[in-house]
């Protein structure tokens, strides 16, 4: 699968299929045991140059789909998220792609293993939460607390953001198989995707490493796996996402593992 840009080739790299069956997982896994010599991060990086992030400022609302577990995608959401209030944007929502108990960072849903409790996610939880006290911001959790199917979650939080983008903008994160417009990137699936619901207010975009790296997830085992990059786009590179079922794929530099935010144990952004 290609996709082209300015004579540019796009190819998915091999841990995409594999790999994107773990960013639709709907409830936090519980702990696994898993081990790994591999350097983890929770410290956020160096936030995109303003001409690169531009192009998703550009775009108003976004629904962003991420790989789980690094520490890019807390981090592009960060740098969004300033650089829009900068701009004197308001209000603003920030959306995740999680249960609204994970407002406490202390909560033992932060022990959850597959990558969306990072350590990284829970001190950009604990910096937004900041934001909303001094009345910048308005944070928000997509998902109910009692268990759903895959098609009943996805149509909720989908209508859910949509609703949200009808007061103001919004920065959506989820993973990367409910951000699509529709099944594309594993059409065996039979649910419709949150990003059909979302409507034309939101932009969805696929967010993918320009160049090798890592990731915390459970496939199956809960660890650090390999997450190659894409070939033939840049970093901060906004190209057409209708190959992958989104609007757009945008591009960091590459994917950072991020550990269980439990591993460090409760917060201290509380």
């Not at 108003?60 to 690094?70: A, D, I, K, W």
């Not at 999680?98 to 990072?118: H, K, M, N, Y």
């Not at 910048?136 to 979650?153: A, G, R, T």
């Amino acid at each position: 699968m290609n996709i082209s840009h300015r004579g540019s080739s796009v190819s998915p790299p091999a841990w995409l299929i594999a790999l994107v069956v773990l960013a639709s997982t709907i409830q936090p896994r519980a702990a696994c045991a898993a081990s790994s010599t591999v350097a983890l991060s929770e410290q956020p990086v160096a936030c995109p140059t303003a001409k690169q992030l531009q192009p998703l400022l550009n775009l108003g609302s976004v629904y962003l789909g991420e790989l789980h577990g690094t520490v890019e995608s807390p981090s592009l959401v960060r740098c969004l998220v300033d650089s829009t209030l900068a701009e004197g944007v308001a209000p603003l929502t920030v959306s995740f792609e999680l249960p609204e108990v994970a407002r406490d960072t202390r909560s033992q849903v932060w022990g959850g293993q597959d990558g969306r409790t990072s350590a990284a996610m829970q001190s950009l939880i604990a910096y937004l939460e900041s934001l909303e006290k001094q009345g910048k911001i308005k944070l928000d959790f997509q998902l109910p607390e009692q268990q759903q199917s895959d098609q009943q979650m996805n149509k909720q939080v989908g209508e859910h953001l949509a609703k949200l983008a009808e007061g103001g903008r919004v920065i959506a994160l989820g993973g990367n198989i409910h951000s699509q417009r529709k099944q594309a990137m594993i059409p065996s699936l039979t649910f419709m995707p949150a990003g059909a619901y979302v409507g034309d207010r939101i932009k969805t975009v696929m967010l993918v490493p320009a160049h090798d790296g890592t990731a915390w997830n459970c496939g199956p085992q809960c660890a650090v796996h390999d997450a190659k990059g894409f070939s033939g786009i840049k970093v901060g590179e906004l190209i057409d996402g209708s190959a992958y079922g989104h609007d757009d794929v945008y591009a960091v530099a590459q994917s950072t593992a991020s550990p269980p935010a439990l591993a460090r144990g409760p917060s201290s952004g509380k």
